[in-house]
């Protein structure tokens, strides 16, 4: 199985402010990785996959990068209804998809 | 409007059995591969079972296989998930989501959730 990690785990920012989420794979996941956005009572949204393209309707604040192994969400200008949290999920090892722990973003 | 609409949780023994529904709405069911994820209270997502677009493939995890059985019925536009042999771990919200491939192969990253059913295994 590979196992994903997320770091940090909370993150504190400040509206307007830029946040960079990590997310780490155990082994290589090639860019086989896609971004969730959940906020409390709600389902997962699909913000990125491919590592680095947005899914529809998705604003361009949100960024992902990287390969292999390490990849990075970054939220340009913090807005208030992107306070949630994040989880990261690989897909190159269908059908054992596993997604990371989350990382909370949250008011500062 | 494009839906995914998750039923039949509840509260249940351990031992015990429960049949999941989620009844989809505004796309061509029948085009996509479909899943259940579960999110245990506070923790974090787990795939628990996937379901090709014509029931030709089927995936479970291993936290699950042989319990759970997961069917679609595409002239009802619906799928199911029945768990057998439940054990309090498995108490969670379970989502019904859609792969976001709608060709022969899935894409393995899903683009339309439900809301999500709660099941709680307690005695």
């Known amino acids: 199985e590979i196992v994903m990690t997320q770091s940090p785990a909370t993150l504190s920012v400040s509206p307007g402010e830029r946040a960079t989420l990590s997310c780490r794979a155990s082994?290589?996941?090639?860019?086989?990785l896609a971004w969730y956005q959940q906020k409390p009572g709600q389902a997962p949204r699909l913000l990125i996959y491919?590592?680095?393209t947005r899914a529809t309707g998705i604003p361009a604040r949100f960024s992902g990068s990287g390969s292999g192994t390490e990849f990075t969400l970054t939220i340009s200008s913090l807005q208030s209804e992107d306070f949630a949290v994040y989880y990261c999920?690989?897909?190159?090892?269908?059908?054992?998809?596993?997604f990371g722990p989350g990382t909370k973003v949250d008011i500062k | 409007e494009v839906q995914l609409v998750e039923s039949g949780g509840g509260l249940v023994k351990p031992g015990g059995s429960l049949r999941l529904s989620c009844a989809a709405s505004?796309?061509?069911?029948?085009?996509?591969?479909m899943n259940w994820v579960r999110q245990a209270p506070g923790k974090g997502l787990e795939w628990v079972s996937s379901?090709?677009?014509?029931?030709?493939?089927?995936y479970y995890a291993d936290s699950v296989k042989g319990r759970f059985t997961i069917s679609r019925d595409n002239a009802k536009n619906s799928l199911y998930l029945q768990m057998n042999s439940l054990r309090a771990e498995d108490t969670a919200v379970y989502y019904c989501?859609?792969?976001?491939?709608?060709?022969?192969?899935?894409?393995?990253?899903?683009?339309?959730w439900g809301r999500g059913t709660l099941v709680t295994v307690s005695s």
């Open positions: 989501a859609r792969d976001s491939g709608s060709g022969s192969y899935p894409n393995w990253y899903f683009d339309l």
């Open positions: 505004g796309f061509t069911f029948s085009s996509y591969s």
């Open positions: 379901i090709s677009s014509s029931s030709s493939y089927i």
């Open positions: 082994q290589s996941v090639s860019s086989n």
């Open positions: 491919g590592a680095s």
């Open positions: 999920q690989q897909y190159n090892n269908w059908p054992r998809i596993t």
